[in-house]
């Protein structure tokens, strides 16, 4: 499958930005997705899963609250709502698909397939 993250860009501290990340080549719907999202000089990090029927979510503690994980398999697309925009938040945010459900939704290595990446900037 082919993912095209995109929908980041600058933002003030305080706002909302919405990333898409649209799937191609193979049934969208088959795989459990996720973001991540890596900042200069750290390491990638999870963010927020979404298994295969959209029913069940899980978020990274720094984003509880804040984002919101959702797809819709009829446009093969993967959202993530960001909201109360942190500086810290800034990064490349990546999606990625995991063809084995929401096993391990927080380890990189649990998703086989990865978009370019979108960067988000937030102004202090």
């Known amino acids: 499958v082919q993912l095209q993250a995109f929908g980041g860009g600058l933002v003030q501290a305080g706002g909302s930005l919405r990333l898409s990340c649209a799937a191609s080549?193979?049934?969208?719907?088959?795989?459990?997705m996720g973001w991540f999202r890596q900042a200069p000089g750290k390491e990638r990090e999870f963010v927020a899963a979404?298994?295969?029927?959209?029913?069940?979510?899980y978020y990274a503690d720094s984003v509880k609250g804040r984002f919101t994980i959702s797809r819709d398999n009829a446009k093969d697309t993967m959202y993530l709502q960001m909201n109360s925009l942190k500086p810290e938040d800034a990064a490349v945010y990546y999606c990625?698909?995991?063809?084995?459900?929401?096993?391990?939704?927080?380890?990189?290595?649990?998703?086989?397939?990865w978009g370019q990446g979108t960067q988000v900037t937030v102004s202090s």
């Open positions: 979404v298994s295969r029927s959209g029913g069940s979510t």
């Open positions: 990625a698909a995991n063809p084995r459900g929401m096993f391990r939704p927080t380890a990189i290595g649990s998703y086989d397939y």
């Open positions: 080549g193979r049934t969208f719907s088959n795989y459990a």
